[in-house]
């Protein structure tokens, strides 16, 4: 509410046909002065933090919300910003979440992606990236993946980027190991569209490919010992160049629940 009052203004003041003091006339002054300086800084304030249709004289635009809640609000027409990430993506390619929510270029040698400028944690930050094949012998690979000693992820890539479309790593999710993520180009593919999500301001990261299937199902390659480890669970499957391994327990650490088969009786 605006603190602009008028009622200290003497309307009726000067009074015709009356010899007036002068006091009457400094009082209005100082009172039409003062509602002045307040409206000064109100409007300022309004200039500073209002949203604007259009850039107001002598200034430029900015409707930067810095992270204010907008809520029961409906929306029409709403787009999405895009930013040129370039034609000759290769080496080491920083995504700057910031700069918009679908970036797109093109892929033209092997690249390893990196991530900036997530919003914070408590709330979910995406990207789309919509990157053309210039390269289909290239690699993609996206942020390691940290284990921690309980096997869950502590940074990186989630475990779901294991069921990528031509996915490969030098490793597998197991207490306290760092494992790499990649995928290379698909056959006969021109176009990779994936979505990066977040909700702890990119510690660790969800991907989802838009115009790819992702792996219905998978068969790890893996010579797991007969206790295990932690993580495997009765029903996982693996596999190595010489036999197919079925996990028939959950992992204690000392029972055995791997049981296996030879390829070659397969």
């Not at 207490?175 to 056959?187: D, F, M």
């Amino acid at each position: 509410m605006s603190d602009i009052n008028t009622n200290k203004i003497n309307v009726t003041y000067p009074v015709p046909g009356v010899n007036n003091s002068t006091q009457g006339f400094r009082d209005n002054f100082t009172s039409i002065k003062t509602n002045l300086d307040t409206a000064s800084q109100e409007i300022t304030e309004l200039q500073q933090k209002a949203i604007f249709k259009a850039a107001l004289t002598g200034s430029s635009i900015n409707n930067d919300m810095n992270g204010t809640l907008i809520s029961n609000a409906s929306v029409k027409s709403f787009r999405a910003t895009t930013y040129n990430l370039g034609n000759d993506i290769s080496g080491i390619q920083t995504i700057d979440v910031t700069k918009a929510d679908v970036q797109y270029g093109s892929i033209t040698g092997n690249t390893t992606l990196q991530f900036g400028g997530w919003s914070p944690s408590g709330t979910q930050s995406n990207v789309q990236l919509l990157l053309t094949v210039a390269n289909s012998n290239a690699y993609i690979t996206f942020p390691n993946t940290v284990c921690k000693s309980d096997g869950n992820i502590s940074t990186g890539m989630k475990f779901s980027t294991r069921l990528l479309e031509n996915y490969t790593s030098n490793g597998v999710p197991s207490s306290g190991v760092t494992y790499t993520n990649k995928v290379s180009i698909p056959k006969d593919v021109d176009t990779l569209h994936y979505v990066f999500s977040t909700e702890n301001c990119g510690s660790t990261l969800e991907v989802t490919p838009v115009n790819r299937n992702q792996k219905s199902n998978q068969i790890t390659t893996r010579t797991p010992s007969s206790t295990g480890e932690m993580g495997d669970t009765q029903g996982t499957i693996c596999a190595d160049s010489t036999y197919l391994y079925v996990c028939i327990g959950n992992y204690n650490g000392s029972t055995p629940i791997w049981k296996k088969v030879s390829l070659s009786n397969i």
